[in-house]
């Protein structure tokens, strides 16, 4: 045999040997996340239930804005206050607020954002100081509840005793172009957790509210942080008081984002999410190119059957490990489509881990149209001295 040749089969047998342990990976740790993450409903109802305050942060969001809260207003939980803060918009976010006051919708004025604190992070402070609940809600306006979501959660907090969890929303309308080739954000959220670093969804968080009065906890301390809520939740599960856990359909949690939206909020979160460190963005970088390679090495072994089966089977487990989140977390008709693209949006997620990166570096990362300042480090890389 020709030593060219040779040497071209050993390169794509290693390289097929690399990608079975890098997506064995990946399927070994989709089973355990799915499975630890569970959702528990409170088996009896709470005697004496806490009060509740919905906080919800709007920066120009006439989209959804109305529709999120009709569906908060129609819960069947009684002891609730619903505080919409308007975070500076320019549209009119503010008169769809003030239209819902007379079915007590608070409406509060966002003020001047101060040094220290990006929009989203000082408009949730503003909420927690006006809120008067014994719990609070955060949520998104895609965010979407059935009448005993709220009920549920509260009932989940109590009876667990916790201070804070958060959940993973379902995605319900697989129809949309946004739900089939959206990003896979909430699935590498959900595998990168650990028990002491765990996972956390903007989406929706309960946390009680003197929890965040305490000396070292308030959101204070997480100002300039693009993920203030995993940083509280890391920093209350050194206490074994915070817990994460996957949507269920009986549960009602759903959520509905548009494609620019969630290429913004991964462009804002994926780099750091490796806690901005150049070595731990590259292996993360390489072990997306180690899931795609079966796809492309299918083109170039035809020659030879064993590595097209091996190639082949390779792409029907990383679809596999796709298929095991999005049936869990997916419904609707077209929920199968979504699984079947899933090895090839991973090439969406290495483009926008890249360019997550480079945005950083040039100082172009946006939230809600505002310019992200330079963190230090350690805001990101989520250490437990912060």
């Not at 089973?31 to 569970?38: A, H, M, N």
């Not at 959804?64 to 009709?70: M, Y």
């Not at 926008?352 to 480079?358: C, K, N, R, V």
């Amino acid at each position: 045999m020709h030593a060219g040749l040779l040497q071209y089969i050993v390169m794509i047998f290693a390289l097929l040997c690399l990608s079975t342990v890098a997506i064995g990976i990946l399927l070994a740790r989709t089973y355990r996340t799915l499975g630890y993450y569970q959702f528990v409903q409170a088996s009896r109802p709470l005697s004496e239930p806490p009060s509740v305050s919905v906080c919800i942060a709007a920066r120009n969001e006439t989209h959804a804005l109305a529709q999120c809260l009709e569906r908060v207003l129609k819960s069947d939980y009684k002891k609730l206050e619903v505080l919409v803060l308007d975070d500076s918009s320019t549209d009119d976010t503010s008169l769809i607020i003030k239209s819902f006051a007379n079915a007590g919708v608070r409406f509060i004025p966002g003020k001047a954002l101060p040094d220290g604190w990006l929009g989203k992070n000082h408009a949730y402070q503003i909420l927690a100081d006006e809120a008067s609940g014994d719990v609070l809600l955060y949520i998104d306006v895609d965010t979407k509840l059935e009448n005993s979501s709220i009920s549920k959660i509260v009932g989940w907090l109590e009876t667990t005793n916790l201070s804070m969890v958060s959940l993973l929303p379902r995605r319900e309308d697989t129809e949309r172009l946004s739900a089939l080739v959206g990003t896979m954000r909430y699935y590498w959220e959900l595998l990168l957790g650990t028990k002491q670093s765990p996972p956390a969804s903007s989406a929706i968080w309960m946390v009680r509210a003197d929890v965040l009065k305490q000396d070292g906890i308030g959101l204070a301390h997480y100002g300039m942080s693009v993920r203030p809520e995993r940083h509280l939740a890391r920093q209350l599960q050194r206490n074994d008081s915070y817990r994460y856990a996957i949507g269920t359909k009986d549960l009602g949690v759903s959520y509905e984002k548009h494609l620019p939206s969630q290429y913004e909020t991964a462009l804002r979160l994926y780099y750091p999410a490796t806690g901005r460190n150049i070595f731990l963005w590259a292996s993360a970088s390489l072990y997306l190119m180690l899931l795609l390679a079966p796809i492309g090495l299918l083109i170039f072994v035809q020659w030879n059957i064993w590595m097209s089966l091996w190639s082949t089977a390779l792409i029907v487990l990383t679809a596999l490990s796709f298929g095991m989140f999005v049936q869990v977390t997916y419904g609707g008709p077209l929920k199968p489509l979504r699984i079947a693209v899933g090895p090839l949006l991973v090439v969406q997620e290495l483009v926008l881990l890249a360019s997550s990166y480079f945005r950083y570096r040039h100082g172009a990362v946006t939230w809600k149209g505002r310019l992200v300042n330079a963190q230090p480090e350690h805001r990101d890389a989520l250490e437990l001295n912060e």
